[in-house]
């Protein structure tokens, strides 16, 4: 069964840097894309951007340009997001999320379990 | 970027009874591109809907999708315990792909 395990909570201080691990298994890796979406606390989902692990090509909100850096490694069918310049409004659940077709680019069905990133001076 | 504004804010109903869910957009979205989401407390969302009216693999029947350009809904026939939820829809048509601030379905 398809399954998107994530990393665990992390806790960091502002300015700093956050790396979040999915692990895939379950479905061939590189055939579909991947999406970061975090939720900040009693909030809705913000899509913050999308990876193809096929050849890396990668789409982000714009407001999350600057800071974001997305990644794949197909050897270990592992994805990355790195968040930098944590400030306290980057306090929120993390998820990976596997679109559900080729043709629906950020359309995900399956999710990670999430991880709670805590920014705190 | 799209926004999707979702009404009510908050859903009181009793189970057996039929919820009907708003979500407008602020410019016209492909069908194609548009989803429903569940979310219970502490999990992550569930796919429920996609391309409007399509139910999502295991999704039950009683859940349905409709609309199109600006207007969407979610409709819940007979509502049982397991749905009571928070339900948000989401739109991947233009970049930033967005989603709307949720209806939160509660037990009267």
């Known amino acids: 069964q398809v399954q998107l395990v994530q990393s665990g909570n992390e806790v960091k201080k502002p300015g700093a840097s956050v790396k979040v691990s999915c692990k895939a298994s379950?479905?061939?890796?590189?055939?579909?894309?991947l999406s970061w979406v975090r939720q900040a606390p009693g909030q809705g989902p913000e899509w913050m951007g999308w990876i193809s692990p096929n050849n890396g090509h990668t789409r982000s909100a714009q407001k999350f340009q600057d800071r974001v850096t997305m990644t794949t490694d197909t050897s270990t069918r592992t994805a990355y997001m790195e968040l930098r310049s944590l400030r306290s409004d980057d306090t929120g659940v993390y998820y990976c999320a596997r679109d559900l077709s080729q043709w629906l680019v950020g359309l995900p069905d399956y999710w990670g379990q999430g991880t709670l990133v805590t920014v705190s001076s | 970027e799209i926004v999707l504004t979702q009404s009510p804010g908050t859903l009181s109903l009793s189970p057996g009874e039929r919820a009907t869910l708003s979500c407008r957009a602020s410019?016209?979205?492909?069908?194609?591109?548009f989803a429903w989401y569940q979310q219970r407390p502490g999990q992550a969302p569930r796919l429920l809907i996609y391309g409007a009216s399509n139910r999502a693999t295991g999704i039950p029947a009683r859940f349905s999708g409709s609309g199109s350009g600006t207007d969407f809904t979610l409709t819940i026939s007979r509502l049982e315990p397991e749905d009571f939820a928070v339900y948000y829809c989401q739109q991947c048509s233009g970049s930033p792909y967005t989603f709307g601030q949720g209806t939160k379905l509660e037990i009267k």
């Open positions: 410019q016209s979205v492909s069908s194609t591109y």
């Open positions: 379950g479905y061939n890796f590189i055939t579909l894309g």
